[in-house]
Nanobody
Framework: QVQLVESGGGLVQAGGSLRLSCAASGRTFSIYAMGWFRQAPGKEREFVAAINWSGSNTYYADSVKGRFTISRDNAKNTEYLQMNSLKPEDTAVYYC?????????????????WGQGTQVTVSS
């Protein structure tokens, strides 16, 4: 099994930045692509970004392209989400996800492992 634990969420003013981290443990050799999703109150969980095992390919939702950057450090079994120019509409619980395939996909059902989430609140 694989455990994913997010950290780095918090309260920030609009225009500010936050960096989320996701630490993986357990059978980490089974993880290939990783991603971030978010869920705002009353809304469905939506895709934010994904990265392949080597970090050579990334994929972003249009709503965050140019503002967020996904990265990973395989030696530390950790992925990151650098969030800049935050907007109130970025407020959500952010979830780390991982899958046993290296393909990048925005479909949440394609991910095998999930973290518990970390709250990000952006005030106007």
């Amino acid at each position: 099994q694989v455990q994913l634990v997010e950290s780095g969420g918090g309260l920030v003013q609009a225009g500010g930045s936050l960096r989320l981290s996701c630490a993986a443990s357990g059978r980490t050799f089974s993880i290939y692509a990783m991603g971030w999703f978010r869920q705002a109150p009353g809304k469905e969980r939506e895709f934010v970004a994904a990265i392949n095992w080597s970090g050579s390919n990334t994929y972003y939702a249009d709503s965050v392209k140019g503002r967020f950057t996904i990265s990973r450090d395989n030696a530390k079994n950790t992925e990151y989400l650098q969030m800049n120019s935050l907007k109130p509409e970025d407020t959500a619980v952010y979830y780390c996800a991982a899958r046993r395939s290296n393909g990048l996909t925005p479909m949440n059902y394609a991910y095998d492992y999930w973290g518990q989430g970390t709250q990000v609140t952006v005030s106007s």
